[in-house]
């Protein structure tokens, strides 16, 4: 038994032992170890190149060079980038051409300059091609409403509008049944197909008068700008009448084929009826002051002033390339057919800009030119298409766009010095066109025509102001959204080498 009690003993404090030992044993646990994280390949900068922004890198280049109005726009000064990375960096930030060209490259005082996606159509424009159906109005308004009226000024010839009944002197009040204000106008005209609801007008009101005409924009129209030239003969004087209402280069021919026909009817005088002309081309205005003279010829008509680096460039490489002479025939060499005339006659309005301006400030050094009318636009700036090619021009044009700009890139005065005033000038003998009485163009009759006739020959109504009618606010009128609106453009871009 006594041994049996100590085989247990010995049993138990075994176990407690063991016991003991689990207890205090320290666990040693294996280090985590952590998975080693793979180096992610270092990506390169990315860097930029101004061949990934050709609109923008041509656009910024041609203004810097070419622009009027260079020196109020910090960012086109020569020295404005530090480095060209600087500059493409400026490029990037721009990514929607026409918001960099009208917001960072436009001067706040600049209302000509604009831009294009499609210099094809500009092309056609300046050669007097668009699509339209022919009918030229203008947009008023009473004072204080809302509400616009048109009234037709004429209708070009070979149109779609010469086929319907309407004519010079209708009034309108609606389109497609409804009635034109300042807030739907112009989206109301835009359409290529629309109704017009005609109107008559009696006590300063128009009313509707149930009767309306559709008109169709036709594609490719193309408006010959000599929409009347004929000659008067008043009491055995013969007088010249010439309405023109666009210079457009490719009709220079015709207007040459005009003046010989003044040439043979031995015209003492001429009445130039500008009051729809907007402008153009600043070759066809020097043809036409030269054949409206002729006795002058290589005399200036007006000497260019452009931004300042421009300037001393051709002050110093091609003095005359700033100055615009009376010359001796047109751009296909065809000699000039010329009146020379010792004074004119101009009839004007608030539609009448740029080249037709200039051809009224150019003559004042040389012969007497009286206006007619109401004050003209006061539009005395140049521009011209760049290109995103050689220099500018057509020349290897990048295929990959057709996008051009159209700045403004120089002023002149006359030969004595005057610059046209930014307000216009001011009429000699002022008289707006009557609506209840617009008359037929190129009849002796018709109010602007009649006076300018008094003047001419000696009769009474010699006053230097008249007015006539209801008076209204021009508000709009024909092409006012077009790109060429009121431009006046030269046909080449000269070459400047930095």
Not at 191 to 201: E, K, P
Request: hydrophobic share 35%.
């Amino acid at each position: 038994m006594k041994k049996n009690f100590l085989v247990f003993l010995l049993s138990v404090l075994i176990f407690s032992a063991c016991s003991n030992d689990d207890d205090v044993a320290e666990v040693v646990e294996e280090p985590e170890t952590e998975e080693p994280t793979p180096e992610e390949p270092e990506q390169e900068e990315e860097t930029l190149d101004r061949a990934d922004y050709p609109i923008q890198d041509f656009m910024y280049l041609a203004m810097n060079l070419y622009y009027l109005y260079k020196a109020d726009i910090p960012e086109l000064a020569d020295d404005y980038f530090t480095d060209v990375d600087t500059y493409v960096e400026y490029l990037a930030e721009n990514t929607v051409p026409e918001d960099f060209y009208y917001d960072d490259l436009v001067a706040e005082q600049d209302r000509f300059s604009f831009m294009t996606d499609d210099y094809v159509a500009l092309e056609n424009s300046f050669s007097g091609v668009s699509k339209s159906n022919g009918l030229k109005y203008s947009l008023v308004r009473f004072s204080n409403s809302n509400d616009i009226f048109g009234y037709v000024r004429y209708v070009a010839p070979n149109s779609n509008a010469s086929a319907t009944a309407i004519k010079r002197g209708d009034l309108f009040l609606t389109i497609d049944g409804t009635q034109m204000n300042l807030s739907n106008y112009q989206t109301l005209l835009a359409q290529d197909s629309y109704t017009l609801g005609l109107a008559t007008i009696a006590n300063n009101t128009v009313s509707a008068t149930g009767t309306s005409v559709t008109l169709t924009k036709e594609e490719g129209f193309s408006e010959n700008p000599i929409l009347i030239a004929k000659t008067l003969d008043i009491d055995g004087q013969k007088i010249g009448y010439l309405m023109y209402n666009s210079y457009v280069g490719d009709y220079d021919d015709e207007l040459n084929a005009a003046f010989a026909d003044f040439k043979a009817d031995g015209i003492t005088d001429l009445v130039l009826d500008l009051r729809y002309n907007g402008g153009g081309s600043v070759a066809s205005a020097i043809d036409l002051t030269s054949m409206i003279t002729g006795q002058f010829e290589g005399e200036v008509i007006t000497k260019q002033q452009w931004n300042a680096e421009a300037q001393a460039y051709f002050e110093s490489e091609s003095p005359e390339s700033l100055i615009d002479r009376f010359d001796g025939q047109i751009r296909t060499g065809e000699a000039i057919n010329s009146l020379n005339l010792t004074r004119l006659y101009v009839i004007g309005t608030e539609s009448t800009a740029s080249a037709s301006e200039l051809t009224i400030i150019g003559l004042r050094p040389y012969i007497d030119v009286k206006t007619i009318g109401t004050t003209t636009v006061g539009k005395f700036q140049a521009s011209v298409t760049l290109y995103d090619g050689d220099n500018f021009t057509k020349q290897n044009v990048n295929p990959d766009h057709n996008y051009a700009i159209q700045p403004l890139i120089y002023t002149y005065a006359n030969a004595n010095g005057v610059v046209g005033p930014p307000t216009g000038i001011v009429p000699d003998f002022e008289l707006e066109e009557d609506l209840t009485n617009l008359g037929t163009l190129g009849e002796e009759s018709e109010p602007l025509l009649s006076l300018a006739l008094d003047q001419i020959l000696g009769r009474s109504h010699t006053s230097s102001k008249r007015k006539a009618g209801p008076a209204y606010e021009l508000v709009g009128e024909t092409d006012m959204n077009q790109p060429t609106f009121q431009r006046m453009y030269a046909n080449e871009v000269p070459q400047i080498k930095k």
